[in-house]
C-alpha cells in the first residue's frame, strides 16, 4: 500500500485531473491520510 499525507483532503471534483491521487498504482493500492500542517522540530542530536 502506498499511503500520501496530505493537508487536508479536498474532493475529487473540486480537483484538477493533474492533482488526482490515483485509487491505485502499477497494482499497488493508494490511500490519501489528511495529517494537519506539518513543521519542522528542533531535534536533540
Known amino acids: 500500500m502506498i499511503i500520501v499525507f496530505v493537508t487536508r483532503k479536498v474532493p475529487r471534483d473540486r480537483l484538477l485531473e493533474e492533482d488526482v491521487v490515483p485509487d491505485e498504482l502499477d497494482g499497488v ?15 536533540n542530536s
Not at 490519501?32 to 522540530?41: F, H, T
Open 29 to 43: 493500492p493508494v490511500r490519501v491520510l489528511a495529517i494537519g500542517e506539518v513543521s519542522a522540530q528542533e531535534g
